[in-house]
T-cell receptor, first 112, second 115 residues
């Protein structure tokens, strides 16, 4: 059973609009959450993270929101750019753990 | 600065053959990891190492072995390849365990096909 779920396999957004990628988790012991971005034929690269003591973390066009009571986090990209087209993985780390648990990924396509 | 380098980039094996995937990092990181990526499954941890000479099992270790004889290298071995091991394999490293100051750095992957 997947502990980290990204229920939308793909998302298509117009350039300049907001992209919202969602992630749900089941393990209440997860303490730290990350988003990775992956281009074809490349490895994932770290994008942004959030600790469970926060509900929002912002870095330029990227903002991650965490709703602990709903066990839900989301990544907002504003404004979306064609270069943002990639696979986005949500990942979670348990308290006192050192092994990330990844979601299945969401393919984002930003149309120009 | 090369970061994390994986060799080979592509490989086709026949069932029962063996091979070794090599991962090298030049960042002096303590932790190294092997993941496999399959459609609809995300990245799953195969084995990891918390330092030179150490290895530990991850989520899906069966059919794989690893070695970390040198700090900068982490080898993943398949002794008798099976079609279920067809996947894209990613190596990653981190300065210490994953946290705010120590994100994972990934290589570009090895695409393995077992026929």
């Amino acid at each position: 059973d997947q502990q980290v779920k990204q229920n939308s396999p793909s998302l298509s957004v117009q350039e300049g609009r907001i992209s919202i990628l969602n992630c749900d988790y089941t393990n209440s012991m997860f303490d730290y959450f990350l988003w990775y971005k992956k281009y074809p034929a490349e490895g994932p690269t770290f994008l942004i993270s959030i600790s469970s003591i926060k509900d929002k973390n912002e870095d330029g066009r990227f903002t991650v929101f965490l709703n602990k009571s709903a066990k839900h986090l989301s990544l907002h990209i504003v404004p979306s750019q064609p270069g943002d087209s990639a696979v986005y993985f949500c990942a979670a780390l348990p308290l006192y753990g050192n092994k990330l648990v990844f979601g299945a990924g969401t393919i984002l396509r930003v149309k120009s | 600065n090369a970061g994390v380098t994986q060799t080979p980039k592509f490989r086709v094996l026949k069932t029962g053959q063996s091979m070794t995937l090599l991962c090298a990092q030049d960042m002096n990181h303590e932790y190294m990891y092997w993941y496999r990526q399959d459609p609809g499954m995300g990245l799953r941890l195969i084995h990891y190492s918390v330092g030179e000479g150490t290895t530990a099992k991850g989520e899906v270790p069966d059919g794989y072995n690893v070695s970390r004889l040198k700090k900068q290298n982490f080898l993943l071995g398949l002794e008798s390849a099976a079609p279920s091991q067809t996947s894209v394999y990613f190596c990653a490293s981190s300065r210490q365990g994953v946290n705010y100051n120590s994100p994972l750095h990934f290589g570009n992957g090895t695409r393995l096909t077992v026929t």
